[in-house]
């Protein structure tokens, strides 16, 4: 299973549509999972037109949202992989035991809000930031993720440049 990970697209002032390079990375994936920020619920129905969407509400996103089906926070299991997301996973300092009290059955817990890309294991447990693809603030690229799962187990998780 192939999956997209996206955050922080903050549309329509960053994300005035798919950017290529995104779209070229969306090509073909199994899922997508947006860690918040999206803004408008036009973007997220332009991702589904790739693959199905799963996504957390981040702190610019409104009832709209909401509405579509992001909650604050979600738990799923992906072929045997235990996922769990949110947007903020609050300072840097801690976040690995942090994560753990919050989701300790997880086996990723992919977030956003930061527009800092992080993919850190702590105590067997993955952390993933896939940063911003439009808002890249102070990082030298936008950047998404992705994540391979296969029979229960990541695979690979990867953050790349897509600008």
Same mark, same amino acid.
């Given at each position: ?16 549509? /798919? ?14 999972? %947006?860690?918040?920020?999206? /803004?408008?619920? $036009? *973007? @997220? ?8 969407? +799963?996504?957390?509400?981040? =702190? ?14 979600? $738990? @799923? ?9 949110? %947007?903020?996973?609050?300072?840097? *300092?801690? &976040?690995? +035991? ?20 992080? =993919? ?8 993933? =930031?896939?940063?911003?693809? *439009? ?7 936008? *950047? ?13 998780? &990867? ?5």
């Amino acid at each position: 299973m192939r999956i997209a990970v996206l955050s922080d697209t903050h549309s329509p002032r960053h994300w005035k549509g /798919c950017p290529p390079a995104v779209a070229a990375a969306l090509d073909g994936v199994d899922l997508i999972l %947006h860690a918040g920020d999206v /803004c408008l619920v $036009e *973007t @997220l129905d332009e991702l589904a037109a790739d693959a199905p969407v +799963r996504a957390v509400r981040g =702190n610019h996103d409104g009832p709209a949202i909401t509405a579509w089906g992001a909650a604050e926070r979600l $738990e @799923l299991e992906l072929e045997g992989l235990r996922v769990a997301m949110l %947007h903020d996973s609050g300072a840097a *300092t801690g &976040r690995g +035991r942090r994560l753990r009290r919050q989701f300790p059955a997880a086996d990723l817990v992919v977030f956003g809000h930061s527009h800092i890309p992080w =993919n850190e294991v702590h105590d067997g447990q993955r952390a993933f =930031n896939p940063g911003s693809p *439009t808002d890249r603030r102070r990082q030298p690229h936008g *950047t998404m993720g992705e994540l391979v799962v296969e029979d229960g187990a990541l695979v690979s998780a &990867r953050i790349f440049p897509v600008t």
